[in-house]
């Protein structure tokens, strides 16, 4: 996997939201560099850890803003935060039995993340921009 960037193609003009995304994605690029750079499996692991809590911790926020606006699609756009959650719980999981990280996993967290982010996240920030107006 090439490193992923945050730019203005996925930005959402809610700053407190775009800088966590930002952070979301220095964290896979921290895991994808930990395994290109051969790093063992106790730092990969750690780098895992933070990852996940770090999602855990963005994903409640936002949930915390949706609930705020009263976002009449919360529950569906929770349903995605737990699947994606439930996914990468997996993945923790096979990499503490002892499998690689493989390249297929970064790929799946950068694309989901992406793909959330201009989709369903995109919707949320029109609603909200539309109700400040
Ligand atoms: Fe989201």
Redesign the pocket.
Known sequence: MKGFEWDDSIALGIPAIDNQHKLLFGWVNALNEAIISGDGHEKVGEIIVNLISYVTV??SD??RL?LSYKYPELIS?RK??DYFVTRLQEIQTSFNDGHEMEKEFLDFMVEWLVC??KG??QE?SRFIHAREE
């Open positions: 963005h994903f936002e949930e949706l756009h995605e935060h959330h982010i369903t996240d949320y």
